[in-house]
């Protein structure tokens, strides 16, 4: 696939198939993606790989929190959520195309929160990336680097038919998968992504998402 078209075609994928995704697949795109740049070349990204029954068991165990009322505990806020201007608009816009596919209307509490597990559940996927670093680099200092690698990550999957879902809803519970994987506390659960082949069918698989055009974004010093 042509690099420029994997850029634009990449989309959230939030469904999948039970297939599940070979380890020497996930191990490519992992190497693959490990070319991106980072800060002095500190390349502060490590991965932790989750698939078949741990990753159930995971699942089971976030669900559990989840369903508890237990608050979120993230080791790190990488989302800031917006509450006024135009980000507040975009996300609505988002929510609003997610919600009119798959016929959840705003009313519906229920099917509302069906789809809120769905994300804490990795969307079902047969795989699921955790990207940690080291909480000796400090807490915003590696962020960029991390991005440049979670895209990379994205990109790749598509060229061996996978979709994927950067989420950081799968790393609000990061004591699981502390006590579960034993990942030491010296490790910060950045952001999880969901990986695996695209259920076609899905109805939230047609949605694109909308962009502000570039020239909106842009300040021209001439
Ligand atoms: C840092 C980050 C966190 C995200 N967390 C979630 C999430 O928890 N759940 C979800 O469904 N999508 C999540 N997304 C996906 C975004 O909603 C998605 O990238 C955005 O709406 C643009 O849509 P697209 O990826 O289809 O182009 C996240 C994306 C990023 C970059």
Redesign the pocket.
């Known amino acids: 696939m042509e690099l420029i078209e994997a850029i634009q075609k ?5 469904a999948f198939t039970d297939t599940p995704v070979p380890k020497n697949i996930i191990m490519e795109i992992l190497s693959i993606a490990c070319r991106a740049p980072s800060a002095m070349n500190t390349q502060p990204w490590e991965f932790v790989a989750v698939t078949g029954e741990k990753l159930n068991q995971m699942r089971a165990a976030i669900m559990e929190k989840l369903k508890s009322g237990a608050p979120i505990v993230p080791d790190h806020l ?2 800031s959520w917006p509450n006024e201007g135009v980000y507040k608009d975009r996300q609505i816009n ?1 929510a609003k195309q ?1 919600f009119k596919a798959m016929d959840i209307p705003r009313e519906d509490k229920e099917k509302r929160a069906w789809w809120l597990e769905r ?1 804490f559940r990795f ?1 079902d996927a047969p795989a699921a990336i955790i990207i940690a670093t080291d909480k000796i680099l400090g807490e915003a200092g590696p962020l960029l680097d991390l ?1 440049a690698v ?1 895209q990379n990550i ?1 990109l790749a999957a598509m060229q061996f038919g996978l979709g994927t ?6 790393v609000l519970y990061p004591e699981i998968f502390r006590e579960q994987a034993g990942i030491p506390a010296t490790k910060r659960l950045m ?2 992504i969901a990986l695996g082949y695209p259920d076609q069918d899905f109805p939230a698989k047609q ?3 909308e ?1 502000e055009p570039a020239e909106n974004m842009t300040t021209w010093l001439e």
Request: with cysteine; aromatic share 4%; net charge positive.
């Open positions: 990449r989309r959230s994928v939030r990488v989302v988002l997610l994300g969307f991005g979670m994205c879902c950067i989420e950081d809803q799968g952001i999880a949605i694109r998402s962009r």
